[in-house]
């Protein structure tokens, strides 16, 4: 590709049903279809493979409309949340793994299990850091409470984001 050439990744305008929905898209050569529950949350998304439908990610959620289970190619990721609605721990094993059932004591990060792991520490209603396979990370955010920084438990950074104006995200640094 040359400067000033793109490639076209979505073809066709989406469809939508007659509640303004998208239901399906075209995109890079094939064609997708989702399905949309009554409280606008996409339960799965199919995609045409050889001529025949088939289920590339399906979505389940709890009664507060909250994402609780994402299958996606292969890896199920349970995201289990507190009574406030904060995210408090999310699994992703490998394909026929096993979640683990219960949080390490003290600061020690989860071991691997072949696939992630990931606790999330809140201060009120805050998010400090995040327990993971690769060790704790924290989160520091301005003072609109947009995360800006990541660091390691040595305090060495390993991301920031920049922040233009109505929320414009910058390159991840």
Do not use: C
């Not at 979505?59 to 289990?80: I, K, P």
């Not at 904060?86 to 003290?106: D, E, K, N």
């Not at 660091?151 to 991301?159: C, I, L, R």
């Amino acid at each position: 590709m040359g400067k000033g050439e793109f490639v076209a990744l979505e073809t066709t305008q989406p469809q939508s049903d007659s509640r303004g929905r998208a239901t399906a898209r075209a995109l890079a050569g094939t064609s997708q279809t989702f399905t949309v529950d009554l409280a606008d949350r996409v339960n799965d998304v199919k995609q045409v493979v050889q001529g025949t439908p088939a289920v590339v990610a399906a979505y389940r959620y709890d009664g507060h409309g909250r994402r609780t289970s994402a299958a996606e190619e292969g890896t199920t990721t349970v995201q289990v949340y507190s009574q406030a609605g904060q995210l408090m721990y999310q699994s992703s094993p490998l394909a026929g793994g096993i979640f683990r059932s219960s949080f390490q004591i003290g600061d020690t990060p989860y071991a691997t299990s072949g696939g992630s792991n990931t606790r999330y520490v809140y201060l009120g209603r805050h998010l400090i850091a995040e327990d993971g396979t690769t060790g704790r990370q924290y989160i520091h955010t301005d003072g609109l409470g947009s995360p800006v920084r990541t660091t390691d438990a040595n305090g060495t950074p390993s991301a920031r984001e920049h922040y233009k104006p109505y929320g414009w995200g910058g390159p991840t640094r």
